[in-house]
């Protein structure tokens, strides 16, 4: 079973540039990134010799890595690279010792600038909870059971991007981000959420703050406008984004497809994490109008256990799988890697996030795993 379903109806599909011979750009990052993406590429490996295909891999440097190697955390040879490929595979960046407030630039910038370079404007997070793991929640079965939420986050605008600075020394110091937002950026990411819903359930919620934020209001506006002109068969609602903080732990199961802006959506993904139990099995793919996709996990580089052999790469595994489908329009090699985790799962093989007092195998038992399911 897919997470979202085909958006042939959208330009950013309509092109696939030699779905049988790839390019595809490996950016481990920073943390237990290198480990995670380490494993996702041989799945990728396995699946092309499987299936006939020629993947071809570059590694290139992101985050934390590149600036102490280059003093910038998005080197001009990453972006080239990553401009040519077909495909990108991220693993993550940043970590204590980049975390210095003062520093000139921090790993995070340069995961900014691949989306802004990019156009990568709309992040797909699809929140689902495997069967096996409804046990691994925090939350009662009877509230999780059967949750399957997609988030399409904005990615290049908001307060993200917005205007910065400082002013005042010592006590009178201040700061400010500006959350700018314009229409046509609200337009792209509602219609392409429309569209999602479409292929699902044919519900979609916006969350905004519109009772306090000026952006929000546009986004309320424009979202509302966009949906009665082009989608008017479409389930559509809003909720404020304190509300819906609430409602993904109390009621996850009423919504289908959420669509959001930058900030709110990063905030309440990482809380929607918690329905499936960990952070360590949400994949996400942000894509634009055209040129590559990037996929990648939405959890952190994790510093603490890096090296350790002990990370969760099922939602850098389970990134493949958006990776082959959105970029390279390979369903059935998407889903043979979707099926090859659920199956791993069900013979109860876990690691150590998700394992809830249970045997826990590492990161690279775990991607071996799968690589043998796919073997069947």
């Not at 079973?1 to 085909?6: E, K, P, Q, T, V």
């Not at 990482?270 to 329905?275: G, I, K, N, R, T």
Request: hydrophobic share 40%; net charge negative.
């Amino acid at each position: 079973m897919s997470y979202i379903g085909r958006l042939d109806s959208y330009s950013l599909l309509d092109e696939v540039r030699n779905p049988l011979k790839a390019n595809i750009v490996l950016l481990p990052g920073d943390g237990i990134g290198p480990e995670i993406t380490k494993q996702a590429a041989l799945v990728l490996e396995k699946i092309a010799k499987k299936f006939g295909h020629d993947f071809e891999f570059s590694s290139h440097l992101i985050g934390g890595i590149a600036i102490d190697t280059t003093g910038d955390p998005l080197p001009q040879e990453t972006i080239d690279a990553c401009i040519a490929a077909d495909a990108i595979l991220l693993g993550a960046v940043g970590g204590p010792k980049w975390d210095d407030p003062s520093a000139k630039t921090r790993p995070e910038a340069g995961l900014l600038k691949i989306r802004k370079e990019l156009g990568l404007f709309a992040n797909l997070r699809p929140i689902r909870l495997f069967d096996e793991l409804v046990d691994a929640s925090p939350l009662k079965r009877e509230i999780i059971e059967g949750t399957d939420i997609l988030f399409l986050r904005e990615l290049t605008g908001g307060i993200y991007f917005g205007e910065s600075g400082r002013s005042g020394e010592g006590d009178q110091e201040s700061a400010f981000q500006s959350m700018v937002y314009s229409v046509p950026e609200v337009e792209r990411i509602v219609r392409l959420a429309a569209i999602a819903a479409r292929g699902r359930k044919n519900r979609l919620t916006s969350v905004d703050k519109a009772n306090v934020l000026e952006p929000s209001r546009l986004w309320r506006q424009v979202a509302a406008r966009v949906m009665a002109e082009e989608f008017p068969d479409v389930q559509y609602d809003v909720v404020l984004v304190d509300s819906m903080a609430m409602h993904l732990i109390n009621r996850p199961k009423d919504f289908d497809v959420v669509v959001t802006s930058n900030m709110f959506g990063d905030i309440l993904t990482d809380e929607a994490s918690m329905l499936p139990g960990s952070l360590g099995m949400l994949p996400s793919a942000s894509l634009g109008s055209d040129g590559p996709g990037l996929y990648e996990p939405i959890h952190g580089s994790a510093p603490d256990i890096a090296g350790k052999n002990i990370a969760n790469p099922l939602a850098t595994i389970l990134a493949v799988a958006m990776l082959l489908r959105h970029s390279l329009n390979l369903d059935t090699e998407a889903e043979s890697v979707e099926s090859a985790v659920s199956q791993v799962l069900k013979d109860g093989l876990r690691t150590a996030d998700i394992a809830r007092g249970s045997q826990a195998i590492g990161t690279s038992e775990m991607g071996a795993a799968v690589i043998e399911r796919l073997n069947r």
